[in-house]
Structures are given as structure tokens and as C-alpha cells.
């Protein structure tokens, strides 16, 4: 159903340590990303393979019963500066405990994922 909306799917492997990790992807245009994790963590860049294109959107679905996943905004943690997160607020961005959605865009123009929503 999600890929009426989306070009892509990705349900990677479950997250674990280490903390503050950048997300390498290999996106769609439109890509829905399905997370799990055995414990919360903050992700500090994401990194198309291929390369961060203008105008890709990603929304990352939360699947956990009792972690949390972050988005940290602007981190240096980053591999590059143009993989990094622009959170609305320009705060770290947490996801609720259980069941949420963040989407971020990529804008060439000013290098980064901006969010463009949160659920």
C-alpha cells in the first residue's frame, strides 16, 4: 500500500550500537525506510548511496515497542556536511516510544535533509 506514494521500500536491518550512527541508503525518489532497534539511538546523517539527490524525500517509519530513535540537527558526527539532518526548531528531533514518522527532503541548495513533517 505505502508504495502508492513511494517509489521505494526499504526495511533494513535492526539498529544497534553504535549510538550517533549516519544512515547509508540506497533511495528512490520517494523512499519509505520501515526502522527497528533494540534500543534508542540518534542518527546524525544519512548518506544516499549513489549520492544525496535535490528534492528526494525519506520518511523514516518507527517500529518499536520501547525505544525511541533521534535525529540530531546540524550534527558534526556527520561523515559530511551535506549529509546532515535540518530539524524543524533546529533541535534535535525524538521520535514517540512505539509507532512514528519523520520525513525529511534533501535540498542542494543548502546541503542538507531538511524535515518537511513528523507524525
Known amino acids: ?45 544519512l548518506a544516499a548511496i549513489g549520492g544525496n539527490v535535490n528534492g528526494a524525500v525519506v520518511t523514516f517509519s518507527v517500529l518499536n515497542a520501547s525505544f525511541n530513535l533521534s535525529w540530531a540537527h546540524q550534527s558534526p558526527l556527520a561523515s559530511s556536511p551535506n549529509n546532515r539532518f535540518w530539524c524543524a526548531g533546529a533541535v534535535t528531533a525524538v521520535g514517540a516510544t512505539g509507532v512514528s514518522a519523520i520525513t525529511f527532503r534533501y535540498h542542494s541548495t543548502l546541503g542538507l535533509w531538511v524535515q518537511i513533517a513528523r507524525a
Open 1 to 45: 500500500m505505502a508504495l502508492l506514494w513511494y517509489d521505494t521500500e526499504l526495511n533494513p536491518p535492526r539498529f544497534s550500537l553504535p549510538d550517533n550512527q549516519e544512515l547509508r541508503l540506497l533511495l528512490g525518489a520517494k523512499t519509505l525506510v520501515n526502522l527497528t532497534t533494540d534500543r534508542s539511538l540518534t542518527f546524525v546523517g
